[in-house]
């Protein structure tokens, strides 16, 4: 009888390892909390600041049927003499976070923010599953908007807390094929700094404006 229990035992906690690693593989997950915008605002980084940001990830969201969780735009904002900044990690929730696929892109903030982020060219995707150009595809839209470093705190340069569109100023992007920069600064969420806030100026760098959009709850 003891051995049958503990037999039993051990089935289980087989079985309850199995799940795990099936979990951290990414095999499972059916709601989705993490994409890639499949289109911009249009204005390059003039985005309606963090409110207008936000409003885009819910809208997308909703378009497929996951409108009913609070979606939060990565970016991250500089302090004013009006206002703290804000860090993009500190705006997503704990997670974990699923792609459109059911892929998990990370168990927590400190997966996520670590060499073990699962993100990148096959499972940055759209809301709607879609793919996202990256390096030797055209057009090239690999630079994703974050304002953030790797850490996801907020870096020197966000496009006026994402208020403008003047090539006057600039902001940081990310990439999420994790490759181009020849420097091999190539994080999904820091990699190199913008030509400008424009569209064109977006554009010219191998971006569109998109940005990654996260579920808080």
């Known amino acids: 009888m003891r051995r049958k229990t503990t037999l039993g035992a051990i089935a289980a906690a087989v079985g309850g390892l199995v799940a795990i690693n099936a979990l951290a593989q990414g095999e499972t997950g059916d709601e989705l909390s993490f994409f890639v915008t499949s289109v911009g605002l249009g204005d390059g980084a003039n985005l309606g600041g963090l409110e207008g940001a936000d409003a885009h990830c819910q ?117 999420h094929d994790l490759i181009g920069n020849p420097a091999g600064i190539n994080y999904w969420n820091y990699s190199h700094q913008t030509a400008g806030c424009s569209q064109e100026a977006l554009v010219r760098t191998g971006g569109a404006g998109y940005f990654y959009c996260f579920a808080a709850d």
């Open 59 to 175: 809208a997308l969201a909703s378009n497929v049927g996951e409108g009913d969780r609070t979606w939060r735009a990565y970016l991250s904002t500089l302090g004013t003499p009006d206002a703290e900044g804000i860090d993009a990690r500190d705006r997503i929730g704990e997670g974990p976070w699923f792609n459109a696929d059911g892929v998990l892109i990370a168990s927590d903030l400190a997966q996520l923010h670590s060499a073990e982020a699962n993100i990148n060219l096959a499972t940055g995707l759209t809301e709607a599953g879609g793919a996202v150009n990256g390096r030797g595809q055209t057009p090239l839209q690999h630079d994703i908007l974050t304002g953030t470093r790797q850490d996801g705190r907020a870096v020197n340069g966000t496009c006026a807390n994402w208020t403008s569109n003047s090539d006057s100023d600039f902001t940081f992007v990310g990439h």
